[in-house]
């Protein structure tokens, strides 16, 4: 029998997607008509806000281990960091120390999520997430399940003047919202949820993040 190497759509409707709100938050990233690049003022406060910080080894990767993406950048908060380091899985870390997992793991190309579960009314756990191996992303990318994540307040927008179609996006998109076609661009704004991890990589500066209403 064929080893098992992702979540089942079973699994994820029952154990995950209706258990947890899932929204993306882009990081360092300029903001047209801003001028400016994002200080992570949304994560900062979600840090901020917290009495204890831990960080630890992503569970998904580990279990799957689908890519060689870092693993030591998933942030528990509050009685979740307390939980992780009391059982040894983690370990408390300052505000600077888990900003710098973050745009270690925006580096490498992964997803920022900020889980909330059902009965709490702030994030529990901050992830960085890939598609290949996270329960929320494999729940919307492979199974159309919109519901395991919240887009952003932010979608990126092209311009087609300076935009060479040399597809560096489209190995960068985990949400595949961009693809080749002809030797052409194609983006389906759709499928974009803000994260903001094709916009500090094009080589031209074609993209940009925008506010989405």
Known sequence: MAKKTD??????????????????IPVNLH????????????????????????LGECGCRKKWKNCAAPLDVCICLDTD?????KDGLGREVTLEQA????????E??????AYTFKG???????CSCCSCCCHSMSALVRFGIPEA???SKYVAVSDPETCTSCGTCVERCQFKARHLENGKMVY???????????VDTCPNGSISLVNRN
């Open 7 to 24: 979540w089942t759509k079973e699994e994820l409707e029952k154990d995950y997607v209706n258990a947890m709100t899932a929204v993306t």
């Open 81 to 85: 960091a307390e939980d992780l380091t």
């Open 149 to 151: 994540v919240v887009a």
């Open 31 to 54: 903001l047209e008509g801003q001028q400016r690049i994002l200080d992570l003022s949304e994560m900062k406060k979600i840090l901020r806000d917290a009495e204890l910080i831990s």
């Open 120 to 126: 709490n009314d702030k994030p529990n756990i901050v």
């Open 188 to 198: 389906n704004k759709t499928r974009c949820f803000g994260c903001g991890l094709c």
């Open 108 to 113: 490498a190309g992964l997803v920022h999520i």
């Open 99 to 106: 900003l710098a997992a973050l745009e270690r793991s925006h």
